[in-house]
């Protein structure tokens, strides 16, 4: 099977990951998609995530009914730093005999040498990535050519992916500003009942 890991805060998951998703379930012909939300995130600032339990519910309710996708807490159980490494180490161990990928935002890929044990990562997995505001599909192909250095696979769409930040739309739940568009309505429903970003 073709499996892809898709980690994030998901802060709160939102559309557009998962039309990132489906986007290389069709192109790919990825077989599943695991959600992980992490932990602690090393390189961004976490003084506004909420709990990694509401972030995990929240994947729930917002991929229920997706065949081809579920979420998995073991960033979450294992606390600490959230290394893509180490996720990708325990599920080669899960899924021996399966082909495994990794998808992330633009961002992430161009910043991937920063990456704990960035080579690791490269030599275990083929990454998934599009384009978005301000890192056009250019930009990505002439980074992943300087990648194929570390003996990197990688899958870039050529299509736009909708630039949505879960920053954005946490500023519009704290300003009570319609977010229908840009969340499951479950979800916004648990962020009501929680009372979270607020």
């Not at 990825?30 to 995990?56: A, G, Q, Y």
């Not at 879960?166 to 739940?173: A, E, G, K, Q």
Request: charged share 25%.
């Amino acid at each position: 099977m073709k499996i892809a890991i898709f980690g994030g805060s998901f802060n709160p998951i939102h559309n557009a990951h998962i039309k990132l998703a489906q986007r290389f379930v069709d192109e790919v012909l990825l077989d599943k998609v695991v959600f992980v939300p992490t932990h602690i995130t090393p390189l961004k600032n976490n003084s506004s995530i909420v709990s990694s339990e509401h972030r995990f519910n929240m994947c729930k309710l917002a991929l229920n009914g997706y065949d081809n996708f579920s979420v998995s807490d073991v960033e979450i159980k294992r606390e600490g730093t959230s290394y893509s490494s180490d996720t990708i180490a325990y599920f080669k161990k899960l899924y021996p005999n399966d082909e495994l990928f990794f998808i992330m935002g633009a961002d992430m890929f161009l910043t991937l040498e920063k990456w704990h044990e960035f080579e690791y990562i490269f030599s275990n997995v083929t990454i998934l990535t599009a384009p978005r505001d301000g890192c056009d599909y250019k930009d990505l192909m002439e980074k992943y050519d300087y990648y194929k250095r570390y003996n990197c696979n990688a899958y870039i769409t050529k299509e736009y992916i909708e630039d949505l930040s879960s920053t954005f739309i946490r500023d519009m739940i704290l300003e009570n500003t319609d977010v229908n568009a840009y969340l499951n309505y479950d979800v916004i429903t648990y962020i009501k009942e929680q009372g979270l970003y607020r």
